[in-house]
């Protein structure tokens, strides 16, 4: 099983756009949406859901009324301010466990909150998995681990080789949780100044986590002089970057219909993705190189 991640520094580098172009060509592979926060790639890929479920990500704490003493012991101790006139607020409440160990009389429990949905469906490119994380939910991390391992289950099930995982952008905790474990990150970077600086900061988590990276600079040609600063940056830092896709409106009304990119672009663009897939497909080392 190899494992390709598609990331970005940032939102709105057309991050999202390359992971369904990579689809497209990739023959068959299983499909993972990581950006559990705003998923999107479904959007473009249209799969149709086969099943559903419901996760816990977290546990809330709740007050027994008919066993409270009213001490005031876990309004006192609760370090969120959590907990006021004996009731807990959900949305301040972390889930800690300090009060419920606290409490003389055992009046508190946790309360598992089903934070997130897990989808599971079929695209005419293979099996996706996706996830939409509740709003004011944080765990996002346990849910990429989930949207991963489910992925690799049917991997494993149907003998698919190959995972495409598009990302969370930025380098917080679901953006670690989807890159550790995996046999290649690509960047997606555009060439302005917060794209570069962005993007360096992903490079160096990747290179932390010891994942190997290749940057593909998108939309290239808006910015000659930050798309040079861009490639200076990963030869300074040993990290070779792919063919560049220049800007392409086809891209962006694919993306505005909700349709595979591929569906739109003219030859010329068509021709650089299958490049960045040969590129992609020879750095995971994953077999032969299906070109449609
Ligand atoms: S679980 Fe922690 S955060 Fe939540 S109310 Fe209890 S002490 Fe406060
Ligand atoms: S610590 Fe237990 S008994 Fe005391 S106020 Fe809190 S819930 Fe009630």
Redesign the pocket.
């Known amino acids: 099983m190899k494992q390709l991640t598609v990331l970005s520094g940032k939102g709105g580098t057309g991050k999202t756009t390359v992971a369904a172009a990579l689809v497209q060509l990739a023959g068959e592979a299983v499909i993972a949406d990581c950006d559990v926060e705003a998923p999107n790639l479904h959007l473009l890929l249209g799969p149709r859901i086969e099943r559903s479920y419901a996760l816990s990500v977290s546990?809330?704490?709740l007050i027994d009324e008919d066993l409270c003493t009213a001490c005031g012991v876990?309004e006192e101790?609760?370090?969120?301010?959590?907990?006021r006139e004996l009731k807990?607020?959900p949305f301040?409440?972390?889930?800690?466990?300090?009060?419920?160990y606290?409490c003389p009389v055992g009046a508190?429990n946790?309360v598992e909150q089903e934070g997130a949905e897990v989808f599971l469906g079929e695209t005419p490119y293979g099996p996706m998995v996706w996830a939409r994380l509740a709003m004011g939910e944080e765990a996002s991390g346990k849910v990429v681990t989930q949207v991963r391992m489910e992925a690799q289950a049917i991997s494993a099930e149907r003998g698919l080789e190959l995972i495409i995982t598009d990302g969370s952008p930025g380098i917080g905790c679901p953006v670690i949780a989807s890159v550790t474990g995996s046999n290649l990150v690509l960047m997606v970077a555009e060439p302005t100044i917060s794209g570069r600086h962005d993007l360096e900061r992903a490079l160096d988590m990747s290179s932390f986590f010891n994942v190997p990276c290749l940057v593909c600079i998108n939309k290239a040609d808006i910015n000659e002089q930050e798309a040079g600063k861009i490639r200076e940056s990963c030869r300074s830092r040993g990290v070779e970057v792919a063919v560049e896709i220049p800007y392409c409106e086809d891209l962006a009304e694919a993306a505005r219909q909700s349709r595979p990119p591929l569906e739109f672009t003219d030859e010329s663009v068509t021709q650089l993705f299958r490049t960045l897939h040969a590129q992609v497909m020879e750095r995971t080392g994953t077999g032969s190189v299906k070109l449609p």
């Open positions: 546990s809330k704490a876990c101790e609760c370090r969120f301010g959590a907990i807990v607020n301040s409440c972390e889930g800690c466990r300090l009060c419920k606290l508190i946790m």
